[in-house]
């Protein structure tokens, strides 16, 4: 059974800094592709990083500078670095886990990001 678990969000003031984990399990990690996503409030999901097989790494250009998105195939793990946190940045963060178009989604992380 394939599962990914997000953890990691919860409150912090702007300009503050979170890391969201996305654990799975269920699958040979190492040869997906990992996404993370967010969904604000009232508004569609949408992409906010990428990390590929092999390593290569893409950011929204909402996020750029801001976030980092980093993995340890060792741990199953795939890691958003979230810096100088916005209001804006507020939403149900969800990782998904894609290989040739199967595609599997945790049950995402709440961030809130006071002004």
């Known amino acids: 059974q394939v599962q990914l678990v997000e953890s990691g969000g919860g409150l912090v003031q702007a300009g503050g800094s979170l890391r969201l984990s996305c654990v799975a399990s269920?699958?040979?990690?190492?040869?997906?592709?990992i996404d993370w996503y967010c969904q604000a409030p009232g508004k569609q999901r949408e992409f906010v990083a990428r990390i590929s097989r092999d390593g290569g790494t893409r950011v929204a250009d909402s996020v750029k500078g801001r976030f980092t998105i980093s993995k340890n195939n060792v741990k199953n793990t795939v890691y958003l670095q979230m810096n100088s946190l916005k209001p804006a940045d507020t939403a149900v963060y969800y990782c998904?886990?894609?290989?040739?178009?199967?595609?599997?989604w945790g049950t995402g992380t709440l961030v809130t990001v006071s002004s």
């Open positions: 998904r886990a894609d290989l040739g178009g199967t595609s599997y």
């Open positions: 269920g699958i040979t990690f190492r040869i997906y592709t």
